[in-house]
């Protein structure tokens, strides 16, 4: 059970992440939403990798052989790196959408569809 | 620099010459001005060139594999161990095809922009993101690797993104490149997370070794669900399309273009993902019909939305709506009949259809984009309702939305007939309906065209604005696109039989995808 905890932690993140991107009108709420999202997958990755009682895997002096996977925590770095370069661009855009509309309400904002 | 040496590392150079040039845009562009777009224009010309040279290979029959950081590029597993490590690009017909069509609209987009976006600012940036997009979608074509994938997933849709938003002076620009956004984000992170549920059960990244040991359990299901909603909502298939027309309309033309193709990527991954690292292990009829019924209703639906619109490029934004969806319900017959004994009579024939269509769509889609953004930048509007008699003084402009029309709707001899011919004839033989209500959306494509090119080229000129064509550079954009659309439409046996069978073939046969990387 207690080995499940992160994987409980992952679903919950993401379903408040989807549910603050479906109902949240607020642009800012929704750029909040996809960072939880985010943050959710990447903690799915971290936890794929973890072994109890592990150490770093750098091989050099290391006290055991037993350690993480590196590989899930590679793919994390990168897909943080990702994340911020979407954020920030994300965060411009509704940074440019306020100076138009004078609003961040994604109801006001349409005059996309006339 | 012999030949074999170019062809054994062209996978890497493909990437990595837009890559470098990319960055290298910006430090030219505080130079000169020229010096830039003659850097731009270069490496778009090279990357065409060793595209070619690359793909006639790949379609003669060799699939080129190629291992980042190895010292002999065709070793995929390493000494000491026994799974593929290092990141492996695999050049197979289909991503020689994909990669044939993305290099050639960059090119038509690039020409395209020299003109077309001469008044604005910031074009050292533009052309920065607009090398990256192309890197973005040459990456996704090529990778073997699924983290990989997401990582050129994610290229793609920021550079795409920023391209949408390049009007920012505009509201509704910026307002759509967040839509379009959004849902990049949303798609891309779904991916993420089927890669996690695949990884963590095969501890496994790279797709061919992957396919292997596919043993389709729960999880497995789980991811593929993940993977068909994420790329089917990046390819714009209806339900999943409302991002579609806000983000083309606004963004330049020229990007509209490059997006058409974006998005074709995205059906790509889409196919490469069920075919190739799912293949037979899937429930190919379940997950066939579903892919049918997500064309079926992207192109009625499409079609439908497409006639009551007024601005021009919103229009024809809902047509690459339901082009799309032809190219869906090729494949997804192919996928459909998979494994059984009719997949070689006419699975394969609906295939090729729906990967020609592929082609066929990024050559006539691109540029009727291209004819729309000569209209706006001639008339200042994209409303069908203020414009008028546009053929007195845009005659080019006026053939080659035109021809583009004409191999839209899929009258001979232009190349939308040919793809389209292939799809009717062998959809007929699994379900009747499924070819009617293909020709019946082609019919009324045919009609919405009819309504554009009244009102925009006919009638009498327009008082207010300036005669003449629009510059040289834009129209030699548009023409290389159209010179691909007339010679597809001329020996569509040839091209056939030649590039399309083999992509084909490539994403039929999945021992083969997996055998040219691990071997055995």
């Known amino acids: ?114 | 620099m012999n030949m074999n040496w170019l062809l054994t590392h062209s996978p890497a150079l493909l990437i990595a010459i837009p890559l470098l040039a990319a960055f290298l845009t910006p430090l030219i562009d505080r130079l000169s001005k020229r010096a830039r777009n003659v850097l731009v224009l270069i490496v778009l010309i090279t990357v065409e060139v060793v595209m070619i040279v690359l793909a006639w290979d790949v379609f003669t029959g060799n699939t080129h594999i190629y291992t980042m950081g190895a010292s002999n590029p065709t070793a995929t597993i390493p000494v000491q161990a026994a799974i593929p490590i290092r990141i492996v690009l695999e050049v197979d017909g289909l991503s020689a095809f994909m990669g044939l069509i993305s290099a050639t609209v960059s090119l038509a987009a690039g020409l395209y922009s020299l003109a077309f976006v001469r008044r604005e600012t910031g074009q050292g940036r533009y052309y920065t993101l607009l090398l990256l997009m192309l890197v973005g979608m040459l990456g996704m074509e090529f990778t073997g690797d699924l983290f990989n994938l997401f990582v050129f997933l994610e290229i793609l849709s920021i550079a795409s993104a920023a391209l949408i938003a390049y009007r920012f002076y505009r509201g509704d620009a910026v307002e759509g490149a967040f839509k379009y956004f959004v849902i990049s984000s949303l798609g891309a992170l779904m991916v993420l997370f089927a890669i996690g549920l695949l990884y963590g059960q095969y501890d496994l990244l790279n797709m061919a070794a992957l396919a292997k040991v596919m043993k389709y359990t729960m999880l497995d299901k789980i991811a593929l669900v993940l993977f068909i909603a994420a790329f089917a909502m990046k390819c714009g298939a209806i339900p999943m399309h409302m991002w579609v027309p806000d983000s083309y309309t606004v963004a330049p033309a020229s990007i509209t273009a490059m997006l058409v193709v974006a998005s074709q990527v995205s059906l790509y991954a889409l196919f490469r993902i069920c075919f190739s690292l799912y293949g037979l292990t899937l429930d190919v009829t379940t997950v066939g019909i579903i892919i049918i019924s997500l064309g079926l209703l992207s192109m009625f639906v499409g079609v439908t939305m497409a006639l009551p619109q007024k601005d021009i490029k919103r229009l024809m934004s809902y047509h690459a709506i339901s082009q799309t969806g032809y190219m869906l319900l090729g494949v997804g017959v192919g996928l459909y009949l998979i494994g059984k004994p009719e997949f070689s009579t006419y699975g394969v024939v609906a295939m090729e259809g729906g990967i020609f269509h592929i082609f066929n769509h990024a050559l006539y889609k691109g540029l009727l984009f291209l004819t729309a953004g000569a209209i706006f930048y001639k008339v200042k509007t994209r409303n069908l309702n203020e414009m008028r008699g546009l053929a007195h003084s845009m005659k080019f402009t006026a053939i080659f939305f035109m021809i583009g029309a004409f191999a839209i709707a899929g009258i001979p001899p232009f190349n939308g007939f040919a793809s389209k011919l292939l799809i009717y004839e062998s959809v007929y033989c699994v379900s009747p309906i499924l070819s009617i209500i293909a020709m019946l959306v082609s019919i009324i494509t045919l009609a919405s065209f009819v309504k554009v090119f009244h009102s925009a080229f006919m009638g009498p000129p327009m008082r207010n604005t300036k005669e003449g064509e629009v510059p040289k550079s834009m129209l030699i954009g548009m023409v290389i696109l159209t010179v691909g659309i007339i010679l597809f439409g001329l020996f569509p046996g040839w091209v056939v039989d030649h590039i399309v069978h083999p992509a084909a073939q490539a994403l039929a046969d999945q021992a083969a995808y997996i055998q040219a990387v691990i071997g055995g």
């Open chain 1, 1 to 114: 059970m207690i080995y499940n905890i992160p994987f409980i932690v992952v679903v919950l993140l993401i379903i408040v992440g989807l549910a603050t991107v479906v109902f949240k009108r607020n642009l800012i709420k929704i750029v909040i939403g996809i960072t939880i999202i985010e943050s959710g997958v990447n903690l799915f990755l971290i936890t794929l990798g973890y072994r109890e009682n592990s150490v770093a895997p750098i091989y050099t002096f290391a006290p055991s052989t037993k350690m993480v996977l590196p590989v899930p925590q590679a793919l994390t770095l990168t897909s943080i790196v990702i994340g911020v370069a979407v954020m920030a661009l994300m965060l411009s855009f509704a940074i440019r959408i306020y100076q138009h509309y004078g609003t961040l309400d994604s109801r006001k904002i349409r005059r996309l569809r006339e």
